[in-house]
Each structure stands twice: as C-alpha cells, then as structure tokens.
C-alpha cells in the first residue's frame, strides 16, 4: 500500500493584503514546491467585507454606492 501524503496551504486576509505580502506567500509557496502543495487563496483584506454590504443592500434593492 502507497500512502500519499497532499499539502495544503490556505491564505486570505491579511496574508494576501499587498504586494509585500503576496510576496511571502510566494516564497512560502516556492519553497514547498517539491512537495506539490495544493495553494488556496481566498479574498483580499477587507474584500469579503465590501462583498458582503455589496450583497446586503442589493438583498434590500438599494442600488448606491453603499
């Protein structure tokens, strides 16, 4: 029996929240890369926030700016 071991790494938030720090992910990254790690990157800092008043005043059909 073969047992495979996945690596995963997650990054959101303040993690992916400028260039500087798009840059250590990348190194993080980089240096995993013989291992084959599965990269999940979700939004931005404070961008699921904007989502989610975007989303709450459309649920009320306000349609300004917010």
Do not use: N, Y
Request: proline share 2%; no cysteine; hydrophobic share 55%.
């Amino acid at each position: 029996m073969v047992l495979a071991i996945m690596i995963v790494t997650k990054f959101g938030g303040m993690s992916v929240e400028d260039a500087a720090a798009i840059e250590r992910l990348r190194a993080i990254v980089q240096e995993r890369l013989d291992q084959h790690p599965v990269v999940v990157v979700s939004a931005m800092a404070r961008v699921t926030e904007g989502l989610l008043k975007a989303a709450s005043l459309a649920a009320k059909g306000d349609q300004s700016d917010g």
